[in-house]
């Protein structure tokens, strides 16, 4: 930055984005200077290297707040805990309830567990009737089912993850549709018959004259 820049020609790209070409470094700071400016290197491995005229602590300052957008996008989840029993009451169950939602909602994953005692392990479907409980209502609020409900020994664990931490949901892809059933061929009308030579007219009857009457006797 400034006078530590070493190299004897530098390409400069002052504060609006112009391009001022290639500088020698004095004079490329001394631009800087005028504007109240810094000299900042940017691109060191650049043949030449490429320099910035910026403000230097508002760059600071930007810099600063990008890193820290990025790591608020990139946080990590933590994976929170949550126990019950098969039997729960239903005050207790909202408890729990409300404290996986919160979870969800500051972005964290969470292990729900349903531990079963003595003989109500004989009945695992009240430990998942439970569970579906907690996933219909976490799904109100965009979680979705990461790790479904399975047995662990004597107990009943599922994992719920916020829509957020486990990335856009792609749409399955639709199956292909069945082709279309061909349709069936249009009879066409039975074409006429070619046509016949009309038959020859019978030749015309020649009707003789009648014979001349016979002279009467004198």
Do not use: W
Not at 31 to 55: K, M, N, S, Y
């Amino acid at each position: 930055m400034n006078e530590r820049i070493r190299h004897p020609e530098i390409r400069v790209v002052d504060e609006t984005g112009a391009q001022l070409g290639i500088l020698p470094t004095r004079e490329a700071l001394a631009r800087a200077r005028e504007r109240g400016l810094d000299l900042i290197e940017v691109a060191p491995q650049a043949q030449p290297p490429v320099c910035r005229i910026i403000d230097y602590g508002k760059y600071k300052y930007e810099q600063s707040k990008r890193e820290r957008e990025a790591a608020k996008k990139h946080k990590q989840s933590d994976l929170k805990g949550i126990k019950m029993f098969p039997h729960i009451d239903q005050h207790d169950f909202d408890v729990k309830l409300r404290s996986a939602i919160k979870f969800l909602q500051d972005g964290d994953k969470v292990k729900v567990t349903v531990a079963f005692k003595g003989r109500e392990i004989t009945h695992p479907e009240f430990g998942r009737m439970q569970l579906e409980k907690i996933i219909a209502a976490a799904g109100e609020i965009g979680g979705q089912v990461e790790k479904p409900p399975a047995m662990e020994g004597r107990q009943m664990t599922m994992i719920l993850s916020p829509r957020s931490a486990a990335g856009i949901k792609t749409a399955a892809p639709k199956p292909p549709s069945a082709p279309k059933p061909a349709a069936p061929p249009v009879a066409s009308a039975p074409s006429a018959p070619p046509a016949t030579a009309a038959a020859p007219a019978p030749p015309a009857t020649t009707v003789a004259p009648a014979p001349p009457p016979a002279p009467e006797a004198s």
